[in-house]
């Protein structure tokens, strides 16, 4: 049997207790992992993300939103965004403009340009991000 020297025994030693601890629930991982960042770490609650003007009409967008994907769309309606996970299993959903709908590649959910469920296996309507236009911007966001 290999001798394993003293200093790397109590190394291991250490660390397994301090495993053991944590596993137990001895020692809140938030203790040691430190306090939750601020709500607003992930970026700001609203961000600009571009001019009006530079939205065509049939056209869609991807952003990110406190780092959450948002799927932009332009259509004869107007300017119009929602949150890109699927309300089925969380896939990407993408606009479709040869059929005017939002799709899901997953599963073939359905959803119509106010993000309400035409067909599939989605459960709910897609999470709707507010767009305000302001000086000609447009901004996603609270
Ligand atoms: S994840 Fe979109 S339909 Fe299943």
Redesign the pocket.
Known sequence: MPEIPRRDFLKSLAWTTFGATVAGGAVPLGAILGPAPPAGSLGPPRKPIGLETEIAEGSMRREVLQGKPVIVIRDAKGIRAFSSR??????L?RWDGDSGEIR??????RFDTNGKVLG???PSELESIPVSIQDGDVWIGD
């Open positions: 699927c309300t089925h299993l969380g896939c959903v899901c590649p997953c599963h073939g959910g599939g296996p989605p």
